[in-house]
């Protein structure tokens, strides 16, 4: 099986080439900032959630109910899978609407990432 291509390091400034998202001399720092992060700043809470049988149970139910189908997609007659569900109100914003299915919509991978991108905007 061929190798992956090299690209530019992801760290800022990096100009080493590597088959992964950083070059060797990166890899351990991100993996340190990735565990302190886990470790003091995500939620333990809605990571656990995540997790649960009850989200799984729920997100398989939205798919099911959109067909498996991007709903934004659709609105423009594009029949695109849906690999995502997504909560309309974000859990931290209203732990109540987790499990609401009136609150969740099925999503590609791209309109997903368009959704949260423009929220900060």
Not at 85 to 93: P, S
Request: hydrophobic share 25%; aromatic share 6%.
């Amino acid at each position: 099986m061929p190798h992956k291509p090299l690209r530019i390091c992801a760290a800022p400034g990096c100009p080493s080439l590597t088959r992964g998202r950083y070059c060797d001399a990166h890899k351990t720092q991100q993996q340190e900032e990735t565990k302190h992060y886990n470790k003091h700043s995500r939620n333990k809470t809605i990571t656990s959630f995540y997790k649960s049988t009850d989200w799984k149970r729920t997100r398989q139910l939205a798919l099911i109910r959109d067909n498996y189908l991007c709903q934004h997609c659709l609105k423009d007659h594009c029949f695109t899978p849906a690999d995502m569900v997504h909560h309309i109100v974000e859990v931290k914003e209203d732990w109540a609407k987790r499990l609401d299915l009136d609150n969740l919509v099925s999503l590609c991978n791209a309109c997903h990432n368009k959704v949260h991108g423009s929220k900060g905007k």
